[in-house]
């Protein structure tokens, strides 16, 4: 159930109706995890166990390590980092069918699907191992526990909300604190981004995949480069505002995710910008307890390699999720001696030049991302450096390229700053437009990016 379906409308619908019903009022957290598990179990029922051993486990775990933090708290995160490589990184070593091994139980857990999601709550998990095992950190029952790790707007793509945050948070809502008006806008601009940019741009950035690419001009080549920027961050954009817009109507406040990334003038700053939770999340969680920048120069950059390393195996298990991670961090080592020289330079267009620099490195790297295969990667990189020799290459449409791509650009030059305060007039019909787009020129369906991970 996407958010994007009929379905998920009906559902959303119900469940926000029930849960405003006075009657109600005393078992909302309890209405949002019967919601959430309904959510999750739709299109995969039989991975609902697992989601049941994950929190009950993490729950006990979180018990024992408040009265034993130093032998529980690690044995609980290795529970749950456990679950996510079994599930994610077993077939980089029993292979996509995995060999009978004649014990039912076994078997039957070798070949379950990818759960979706599982990267998202196991993060979770261990950031309410660490965060509610400190001192004065909020207490939590058992229905919160499964509340903070399955509200089903960030369950299964984010954002990664940190337990410290979200637990103070629940208490009984009521109907007249909504703020309608943010949510709604949170939501039209989520779908408007996914269904009207993100949806038709897939449709070119297909092309992209093995061996169809084989068939694409050089100048395509680079072409569908960034558009598969602008996609993405259509799509994960879209993603994340809907799920702010949705935690709004029940009455909680997720991190925002994303801040147009694609002005960013250094990847630190890219890296401020961008999946802002997961980021946010490897520093608190991993680049902190690693030492941070308080060991010395090159201390500092084997951590930044490292947890970029780390954040890039997080996404999946393909040699190209590696090297993307890699090679973020390679960049933000290269270039951390070199920001203090480059921000006393106070001049737009060298600023400009900056982000344009980083805009096409990062373009470059999503190659990696695209396609994990390292193999398909290098050759579609190859590709874009030679003149293409197929006599019937495929044909892409150029200027609805433009198009599909012009709502990210607009946004990245400030149209949204500008209609909220000179504009401020137009700002309904704006948001009118959006709806009428992402209802009427939607393109083919697909889903969410991040439902892989």
Same mark, same amino acid.
């Given at each position: 159930?996407?958010? *994007?379906?009929?379905?998920?409308?009906?559902? !959303?619908?119900?469940?926000?109706?029930?849960?405003?019903?006075?009657?109600?009022?005393? =078992?909302?957290?309890?209405?949002?995890?019967?919601?959430?598990?309904?959510?999750?179990?739709? /299109?995969?029922?039989?991975?609902?166990?697992?989601?049941?051993?994950?929190?009950?486990?993490?729950?006990?775990?979180?018990?024992?390590?408040?009265?034993?933090?130093?032998?529980?708290?690690?044995?609980?995160? *290795?529970?749950?980092? *456990?679950?996510?490589?079994?599930?994610?990184?077993?077939?980089?070593?029993?292979?996509?069918?995995? *060999?009978?091994?004649?014990?039912?139980?076994?078997?039957?857990?070798?070949?379950?699907?990818?759960?979706?999601?599982?990267?998202?709550?196991?993060?979770?998990? %261990?950031?309410?191992?660490?965060?509610?095992?400190?001192?004065? !950190?909020?207490? !939590?029952?058992?229905?919160?526990?499964?509340?903070?790790?399955?509200?089903?707007?960030?369950?299964?793509?984010?954002?990664?909300?940190?337990?410290?945050?979200?637990?103070?948070?629940?208490?009984?809502?009521?109907?007249?604190?909504?703020?309608?008006?943010?949510?709604?806008?949170?939501?039209?601009?989520?779908?408007?981004?996914?269904?009207?940019?993100?949806?038709?741009?897939?449709?070119?950035?297909?092309?992209?995949?093995?061996?169809?690419?084989?068939?694409?001009?050089?100048?395509?080549?680079?072409?569908?480069?960034?558009?598969?920027?602008?996609?993405?961050?259509?799509?994960?954009?879209?993603?994340?505002?809907?799920?702010?817009?949705?935690?709004?109507?029940?009455?909680?406040?997720?991190?925002?995710?994303?801040?147009?990334?694609?002005?960013?003038?250094?990847?630190?700053?890219?890296?401020?910008?961008?999946?802002?939770?997961?980021?946010?999340?490897?520093?608190?969680?991993?680049?902190?307890?690693?030492?941070?920048?308080?060991?010395?120069?090159?201390?500092?950059?084997?951590?930044?390699?490292?947890?970029?390393?780390?954040?890039?195996?997080?996404?999946?298990?393909?040699? /190209?999720?590696?090297?993307?991670?890699?090679?973020?961090?390679?960049?933000?080592?290269?270039?951390?001696?070199?920001?203090?020289?480059?921000?006393?330079?106070?001049?737009?267009?060298?600023?400009?030049?900056?982000?344009?620099?980083?805009?096409?490195?990062?373009?470059?790297?999503?190659?990696?991302?695209?396609?994990?295969?390292?193999?398909?990667?290098?050759?579609?990189?190859?590709?874009?450096?030679?003149?293409?020799?197929?006599?019937?290459?495929?044909?892409?449409?150029?200027?609805?390229?433009?198009?599909?791509?012009?709502?990210? %650009?607009?946004?990245?030059?400030? %149209?949204?700053?500008?209609?909220?305060?000179?504009?401020?007039? !137009?700002?309904?019909?704006? =948001?009118?437009?959006?709806?009428?787009?992402?209802?009427?020129?939607?393109?083919?369906?697909?889903?969410?990016?991040?439902?892989?991970?």
């Amino acid at each position: 159930m996407t958010f *994007a379906s009929w379905q998920f409308g009906v559902f !959303a619908a119900a469940v926000f109706v029930a849960y405003y019903l006075p009657m109600l009022r005393a =078992y909302q957290v309890q209405v949002l995890i019967v919601a959430s598990l309904i959510f999750y179990g739709y /299109g995969q029922p039989e991975l609902l166990p697992l989601l049941f051993v994950a929190v009950l486990g993490t729950y006990l775990f979180l018990v024992l390590a408040c009265r034993d933090r130093r032998l529980w708290l690690p044995i609980g995160i *290795a529970f749950n980092l *456990a679950l996510l490589a079994f599930f994610k990184y077993k077939f980089l070593f029993l292979g996509p069918v995995p *060999a009978p091994t004649g014990q039912p139980l076994i078997d039957f857990l070798l070949r379950l699907p990818l759960p979706i999601g599982i990267s998202f709550f196991v993060f979770h998990n %261990i950031s309410l191992l660490v965060d509610l095992t400190k001192k004065q !950190a909020p207490r !939590a029952d058992l229905a919160g526990v499964f509340l903070y790790i399955i509200f089903f707007p960030q369950l299964v793509s984010g954002p990664i909300t940190r337990a410290e945050m979200f637990m103070p948070q629940i208490r009984p809502k009521y109907f007249f604190e909504i703020p309608i008006l943010d949510a709604t806008k949170w939501i039209l601009s989520g779908f408007f981004f996914k269904l009207f940019v993100a949806n038709n741009l897939n449709e070119m950035t297909s092309h992209m995949a093995f061996p169809l690419y084989e068939a694409l001009q050089t100048q395509d080549r680079w072409l569908l480069v960034f558009l598969y920027s602008y996609q993405i961050y259509a799509d994960f954009f879209g993603y994340s505002a809907i799920a702010l817009g949705l935690g709004l109507l029940f009455g909680y406040r997720l991190p925002v995710n994303f801040n147009l990334p694609y002005i960013s003038a250094s990847f630190s700053e890219f890296w401020t910008r961008w999946h802002i939770s997961l980021s946010t999340w490897l520093r608190t969680y991993l680049y902190i307890p690693l030492g941070g920048n308080r060991r010395g120069a090159i201390r500092t950059y084997l951590n930044l390699i490292i947890v970029m390393g780390l954040g890039g195996l997080w996404h999946g298990a393909g040699l /190209g999720y590696l090297l993307w991670g890699l090679l973020h961090g390679v960049f933000l080592a290269l270039e951390r001696p070199l920001l203090p020289a480059l921000t006393a330079v106070k001049s737009t267009w060298f600023r400009i030049a900056r982000i344009g620099v980083v805009f096409v490195c990062v373009s470059f790297l999503w190659i990696f991302f695209k396609l994990p295969e390292f193999d398909h990667a290098w050759a579609y990189l190859a590709g874009m450096f030679v003149p293409s020799t197929n006599p019937n290459p495929t044909k892409l449409f150029h200027n609805l390229a433009l198009i599909y791509s012009l709502p990210v %650009i607009l946004q990245h030059l400030g %149209i949204g700053r500008l209609v909220e305060t000179r504009l401020r007039f !137009a700002e309904p019909f704006l =948001y009118g437009l959006l709806a009428a787009l992402a209802y009427l020129e939607a393109g083919p369906e697909s889903a969410f990016i991040y439902f892989q991970f």
